[in-house]
């Protein structure tokens, strides 16, 4: 964990990691607070998943067809954007059960995904590393971009959280009152979207919904007002991220999956805290 410290002066990659851990912790924070709270991991699970298909279609067309526009990270937003889209259609028109749409949507991506992947010439390495994670090989752009979503995403929390807490609570309540609870699903489900894409370039598509969800349902055992919550998660992601990546940099370990594996025990922890408190 010394190297660590003593490398980050010294070599920028380095830095861009910290910067795109920070950057994706408080993305995740407020945003995954209210998929824990809603109950809704299946839809960033099927949107991450979902993503594979977006980086291949990308991929697919700059090598076979010489299209270069369309880059991987490109791809996966608007993978991402186009599957959240959908499913906030799909969902609220009600007339189709969400598992059931999650699933399909689930599967359907990656099932896409590897296809492109497999049309795809030469050896993908560069694709693969979104399935587990990237966080050491995250470039200047890529902070640009990441920085952009996290003011999105703060900037649409601050005008619409009072209207995100009444849907959390009681959607009927709130529609009742004359909340249009149907364009706030569809704001909820971009902003998980853009999130999930954030987490898969420092997690990876498997690892990302634990990044998302992980840090929120260890702030909820903690406290009970959503803000605080949020305020909770953006702490603890942002703790177990730059504690993970400082871990795994000496050993070479992934650094995705020991910053996961970090949230696991600080979930069981909070836990713990949680079980003594109503004991």
């Known amino acids: 964990m010394l190297s660590f410290f003593s490398d980050l002066w ?7 990691a910290v910067l795109a851990a920070v950057l994706a912790a408080v993305a995740a924070g407020l945003t995954g607070s209210l998929v824990v709270v809603r109950r809704s991991t299946y839809l960033a699970g099927a949107v991450s998943h979902s ?4 980086l291949g279609l990308a991929r697919l067309l700059q090598r076979r067809f010489g299209i270069g526009l369309l880059t991987p990270m490109t791809g996966a937003v608007l993978a991402a954007l186009a599957v959240a889209l959908l499913l906030a259609w799909l969902t609220t028109r009600g007339k189709h059960r969400p598992d059931t749409v999650l699933s399909a949507v689930w599967t359907g991506g990656m099932a896409l995904g590897v296809s492109f992947v497999a049309a795809t010439p030469g050896y993908q390495d560069d ?3 979104y399935l587990f994670g990237s966080l050491l090989l995250v470039s200047k752009p890529d902070l640009v971009w990441m920085a952009v979503a996290d003011v999105v995403i703060l900037g649409v929390m601050a005008m619409c959280y009072n209207r995100f807490l009444a849907i ?4 009927e309540l709130a ?3 004359g909340v249009r609870t149907s364009v706030y699903e ?9 999130t999930v894409v954030l987490l898969v370039r420092v997690a990876g598509i ?8 992980l840090p929120a349902a ?3 055992l903690l406290t009970r007002r959503l803000d605080r919550m949020m305020a909770v998660a953006v702490l603890i992601g942002i703790g177990v991220s730059l504690f993970g990546l400082a871990l795994s940099y000496g050993p070479g370990w992934p650094p995705g999956a020991t910053i996961v594996e970090l949230a696991v025990i600080v979930y069981l922890a909070a836990a713990g805290i949680h079980r003594l408190k109503r004991g």
Do not use: D, Q
């Not at 993503?51 to 977006?54: H, K, T």
């Not at 569809?186 to 853009?194: E, Q, S």
């Not at 498997?206 to 969800?213: K, P, R």
């Open 175 to 177: 529609r009742l009152r």
């Open 186 to 194: 569809v704001v909820y489900h971009v902003l998980t979207a853009l």
């Open 218 to 220: 260890a702030a909820g």
């Open 51 to 54: 993503i594979l298909a977006g």
């Open 206 to 213: 498997v690892l990302a919904v634990a990044l998302l969800t």
């Open 10 to 16: 010294s070599y920028p990659f380095l830095a861009c």
């Open 127 to 129: 694709l693969m590393s």
């Open 168 to 171: 959390a609570f009681n959607e």
